[in-house]
Nanobody, 119 residues
C-alpha cells in the first residue's frame, strides 16, 4: 500500500516563502510522476506543478516564475519551493504520486496540507 505524506504548510504573509515536502513510500514498483495540486474553498482541484522521474516539469501559468518543483528519486520525495506568495495561493495543497505497476497506472494522493497567505 502506497503512502503519500505531505509536510511544510502553514501561514505566511504576502510575498513570503514556504517549502512543501512529500514522500511516497510502500511501493514495490516505480513512482514515475509526482506533483502538487491545490484546492481553494469553493473551487476545483487544480494542478500546481508536476515532475517526472526524468526531471521534466510542468507548471500552472499562475505559479510560473514563483514556484519550483524538484525531486529526489532515491527517496521518492518531491518538493515545492513557493516564493512571492500571494493571497490567491491560499489553498489545501495535495501531493500526487503516480505508480507504474505491471503496465498499469495507479494514482495516490496525500491528505493535504494547508497553505494560507495573508494580505
Amino acid at each position: 500500500q502506497v503512502q503519500v505524506v505531505e509536510s511544510g504548510g502553514g501561514l505566511v504573509q504576502r510575498g513570503g516563502s514556504l517549502r512543501l515536502s512529500c514522500a511516497a513510500s510502500g511501493s514495490s514498483f516505480s513512482i514515475d510522476a509526482m506533483g502538487w495540486y491545490r484546492q481553494a474553498p469553493g473551487k476545483e482541484r487544480e494542478l500546481v506543478a508536476r515532475i517526472t522521474d526524468g526531471g521534466s516539469t510542468k507548471y500552472a501559468d499562475s505559479v510560473k516564475g514563483r514556484f519550483t518543483i524538484s525531486r529526489d528519486n532515491t527517496k521518492n520525495t518531491v518538493y515545492l519551493q513557493m516564493n512571492s506568495l500571494r493571497p490567491e495561493d491560499t489553498a489545501v495543497y495535495y501531493c500526487y504520486a503516480q505508480e507504474l505497476a505491471a503496465g498499469r497506472i495507479y494514482g495516490h494522493w496525500g491528505q493535504g496540507t494547508q497553505v494560507t497567505v495573508s494580505s
